[in-house]
């Protein structure tokens, strides 16, 4: 409501980002995320898409595959929410209702939703910003090697995922 209020109070939306900008010029584009992050979640929780993302997940995974599919999911979820506690919010619920229905790991579960978030914050590093804003550089700068990490990491997160729910790590 705050985001709304603000734009009607300075007529456009445009006008809203400028004294955003104005104010907070370093972070002005990760604070105005947030307010679409709970709207996203009132859409998926309120739409029932929730319960449905839930039952997908019960249908395809096994109590030792939950972590893999909540890795993968987390790092396409993540593309559209990647915030930590945003995603969180959007995608935990699911994930531990899906784990509570099939008889998997909850921690398991939780932590590889916490990695998939992780994992694509390699390609979509906004976690770099300020380092970058602070050295002068860009992010052409640097998402060559990020890249090439997302990739590595991918690896051994897809194969730790796979081996911790199988209880051989």
Not at 10 to 37: C, D, M, R
Not at 41 to 49: E, V
Not at 55 to 83: E, H, K
Not at 109 to 138: E, H, R
Request: glycine share 10%.
């Amino acid at each position: 409501m705050i985001l709304f209020i603000g734009v009607l109070l300075l007529g456009t939306p445009v006008n809203y980002v400028a004294k955003l900008n104005e104010g907070i010029k370093t972070i002005s584009g990760i604070i105005l995320q947030y307010p679409f992050y709970a709207g996203i979640m009132a859409i998926m929780a309120g739409s029932g898409l929730v319960d449905t993302i839930s039952r997908v997940f019960v249908d395809i995974a096994t109590p030792q595959t939950l972590p893999f599919w909540g890795l993968v999911s987390s790092f396409v979820i993540n593309f559209f929410a990647p915030s930590g506690g945003g995603h969180w919010v959007i995608q935990g619920p699911f994930m531990i209702d899906a784990a509570k229905a099939i008889g998997s790991s909850v921690s398991q579960t939780s932590m590889s939703v916490m990695l998939g978030n992780a994992w694509n914050d390699l390609v979509q590093p906004f976690w770099i910003l300020p380092a970058l804003a602070l050295s002068k550089l860009s992010l052409k700068d640097v998402m060559g090697y990020t890249v090439i990490m997302m990739f590595w990491v991918g690896f051994i997160f897809i194969v730790s995922m796979l081996l911790w729910g199988a209880q051989i790590v």
